[in-house]
């Protein structure tokens, strides 16, 4: 994480789960020549707009106090959403036996995606499930593992 995410994220958690939700993530990233801040949400019966308009209100204030982020931004806080990524050793535990979809730096065996049931991750590897056929992928050539949404 960068410092500018960690520090937005130790504004942001107190506020986050003062208002019953758990704070996901936070990624200060550049897309399309623009700088992004954004505070991932998330809460069993789900996250409303309301709550990320309440919890947006609250810590928008205080970044701007704080003025630690040299750039202009966009500040957003959002759902974790039904496809979330997942990062930390946690998130991989909660998900043991969902459904997930693996994007890879490279292709594997013709492919840089599949989609299974995730059965194992370490410090070293990613295991998921397709089809019956147990697939063990070196976490440096993961790029990302998200929920697998159905539609």
Known sequence: MSKISDRAEQIA?????ENGCRLWDVEYVREAGAWYLRVYIDKDDGVSINDCETISRQ???ILDKE???PDSYVFEVC???ADRVLKRTEDFQAFLG???DVGLYKPFEGAKSFTGIL??????ETEIDVSGRIIIFE?????QVRLHVDF
Do not use: H, L
């Open 119 to 124: 059965t194992g991750r370490s410090d070293s």
């Open 13 to 17: 958690r107190p506020i986050v789960e």
């Open 79 to 81: 759902s974790a959403g």
């Open 67 to 69: 003025d630690f982020i």
């Open 139 to 143: 976490n440096a050539m993961v790029a």
């Open 59 to 61: 810590i928008d204030p």
């Open 98 to 100: 969902k459904k997930v």
